[in-house]
């Protein structure tokens, strides 16, 4: 069906690792031999009441010990795809925290050529073109991201840019500057999340220390009026994940999201799903969410949709056919 929410999009905030549904969840614990501490999908699923971002992540660490082999990263990101480009999906860059896995013992080449098998056939199976950004855990010391960076030198054919994600208060962008400065000399975009639970401070640093080219989140910017003003003079991207919010009680309904007043507001925002599989839903139920519940128009839909693939670290003609 046609319906508004389904129109074609490009989703730039989506962590690979939170699409693991409990099916599967469950289906590579047996494959791999791993304990998990639920009975059954259902009970994990009743796991997921979230109090803050800290709670979600407790959760989001351990299960992934199931994925252990690169079948298992590529059987994860060709499901998300799959599912992606049914809600209308045509590009999605993928983030995913090569530093879970290698703590694991899961060597990181392994993680990035099993995503790699699914993204570079993502074109041909799902019609969706990709790129694929590593982030650094910003709760563990620059130093480890920093040789995180250099461990993936052999596979920077297959990776676009990097980012910064886990525990965001008390880790402000500014720990990871020689580290940006090294992925900028290689030749990587770069992103971060920022002012998700941190300060609208974090979101400036962001920008002019890292140097990044698009906010992840963003949301506190909208405390800061001059912030919001020069996000809007510079079109910075903001890609915010309002049901995420609402899950990690950033927000306490939706009703309450700031993205209609951030678009009355002439900011560059677009609408993603950061974990799916965790907060209720993919890219298109989160923009059907978001249309009933901030009453947007069509029109509100197609610039949502419309920006998605300005902000996308896709060339101009890439991105005319992606549209
Ligand atoms: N890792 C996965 N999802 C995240 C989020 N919403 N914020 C920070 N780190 C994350
Ligand atoms: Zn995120």
């Known amino acids: ?25 469950f289906a590579l614990a047996a494959r791999n031999g791993v304990d998990l501490p639920f009975a059954d999908t259902h009970e994990l699923r009743e796991a997921y009441r979230f109090g803050d971002l800290q709670s979600f992540l407790d959760l989001y660490y351990a299960l992934m010990a199931v994925l ?17 480009a ?19 013992g899961v060597p990181v080449g392994t993680v990035v050529e099993g995503l790699a098998r699914a993204l570079e056939r993502a074109e041909e ?8 950004i590593m982030c650094f855990l910003r709760d563990l010391p620059a130093e480890s991201a920093m040789e995180t960076l250099e461990s993936v030198r052999p596979y920077l054919r297959h990776i676009t840019g990097v980012g910064l994600d886990s525990a965001e208060v008390g880790h402000p962008p500014a720990k990871f500057r020689e580290v940006y400065e090294a992925a900028g000399a290689m030749g990587l975009r770069k992103v971060a999340h920022a002012g998700e639970e ?21 949301l506190r910017a909208m405390e800061d009026p001059e912030l919001v003003e ?6 910075v991207p903001l890609t915010l994940c309002p049901l995420s919010n609402v899950r990690l009680r950033a927000v306490d309904v939706l009703e309450d999201h700031p993205l209609r007043a951030m678009m009355d507001a002439g900011l ?5 799903s950061d974990d799916p599989a965790y907060f209720g839903g993919y890219v298109g139920e989160t923009f059907h969410a978001v249309r009933e519940a901030l009453g947007l128009t069509p ?25």
């Not at 049914?86 to 999605?92: D, M």
């Not at 979101?203 to 989140?217: I, P, S, Y």
């Not at 020069?230 to 079109?235: G, M, N």
């Not at 560059?268 to 993603?272: A, G, I, R, S």
């Open 68 to 84: 252990r082999t690169a079948d298992d990263f590529t059987e994860l990101a060709d499901a998300y795809l799959a599912r992606a």
């Open 299 to 323: 029109d509100d839909l197609r610039r949502l949709a419309r920006n998605s693939f300005e902000a996308a670290f896709l060339d101009d003609d890439e991105a005319l056919r992606a549209r």
């Open 230 to 235: 020069r996000l809007v003079r510079e079109r």
């Open 1 to 25: 069906m046609n319906l508004p929410e389904n129109l074609p999009k490009a989703e730039l905030h989506l962590h690979i690792e939170g699409t693991l549904e409990p099916e599967l969840a």
């Open 86 to 104: 049914a809600q209308g999906v045509r590009h999605a860059e993928v983030f995913f925290d090569p530093q879970a896995h290698t703590a694991r």
């Open 125 to 132: 199976r799902h019609g969706v073109t990709t790129r694929l």
């Open 268 to 272: 560059m925002v677009t609408v993603n």
């Open 198 to 218: 941190g300060p609208p401070a974090y979101v400036r640093e962001a920008l002019d220390v890292l140097g990044v080219e698009r906010v992840d989140h963003g």
